[in-house]
């Protein structure tokens, strides 16, 4: 059966305040490859939520109820994700977020009545933030600059790939700071985490949730070390949306250019314990964070498990695992999945972008070890822990369907 989420009377704790800003926000067409990471061919389903929960007893167990002490401002030079160096006057008081992944995190230190506005498709996809009463700037493909200026922030904080360099070009002579971080990618994220918490002066609360992190990562990375590299599960990682649309292929790759980590879906499989069946390597530099194939390479790769990704599918609102059916149902009846062991053992797995592409990876991955090795993981619940991140540490009610295995409803 599905993993259905357990609605707990909780809070949401940092609450933001309604800003009423009287001009018109230009609308913004859906750019596939922008949002993080890739969701090229996926459809549009989740509605937005609106309203905050009240502050939880279970937040204050992780400090989130304790306002940070008064700090003075001071100026701090550091250098962002992008290799950017930045002078900045800390901490920030006022931020305009089209990254969803930072928005996330600055809520999770307990600045995020500090985010005065949002893009990135934030309140869609991240709805338990809530920051659905703020202006919302589009899309990374169409900032709307004019909105951002007029809100007058001290930073925006954008991804590295996303927009182009005009945001600082528009941005920066006006004395507002770009700041380029992805809070996604496996080999960035904890350096981007330290550095909010500078930013924000939550550096206790940054270094607390990075302990709670790694602890978690070590459970799976202690189990895999001893499985030989024969005896590795072949797994390859697609978009959920594009294959649905029309069968087509689009792959997550576990590795970048030059031998370094790829994007969150794909690295999922190694650090799961799994060998990536696909041999393409990520260019970072690239918006899209996936590589299209044609059918043929899928069927000589013929991979063990596949994994599916998207945001379209699942997620905090979802409560019936009927759209997932609906979907794998016409993906087999479209596409040549039937065809590969994946297809033919029903070892077809789904996760939303948020629980194994991006912030919460580390929560899927221990569930994705625990469907390629259960004898191995046997005795670890993964949704304890996703329990835990929202009702202990966002310090809301724990939603939602986040993966869903075919194997096991089939």
Known sequence: MFTRKLVKT???TGLVCAIIIALSVTGCSADKNAPEPDVVGEQSGQSEAGGQAEQSAAGEQYGQSNPPAETEPTTWTFTDTSGKQ???GIPIEKAVVINRNTAEAITLLGAGDRIIATGDNTVKNN????LDSLPEVGETGQVNLETILSLRPQVVFAYTNRPDERLEEKLEPAG?????M?????????EEWKMLGKLFAQEERAAQFLEWKHQIESIPAERIQSIDEGDKKSVMALSAGFLNSNGGYRVFPSESLGGEPGVGEGYATILAGGKDAADLQWNPAEASTTIMVDEEYVLTRNPD?????????GGYEAVDAEPLEEAFSNIVSISSIDQLNAGKNREVYFFHTNFIGSDK???GVLQLAKWL??????DVDPGAYAKEYFEQWLGVPYQGIWYYSFKENH
């Open 127 to 130: 709805p338990y933030l809530g």
């Open 361 to 363: 990876r580390y929560i």
């Open 373 to 378: 090795y259960p004898d191995r993981f046997e």
């Open 10 to 12: 909780g809070g949401f």
């Open 182 to 190: 992805n809070n996604f990618l496996p080999d960035q994220v904890d």
């Open 86 to 88: 930045i002078t900045l």
């Open 176 to 180: 507002i700071k770009v700041i380029r």
């Open 305 to 313: 498990v596949i994994t599916l990704h998207g945001t379209w599918l």
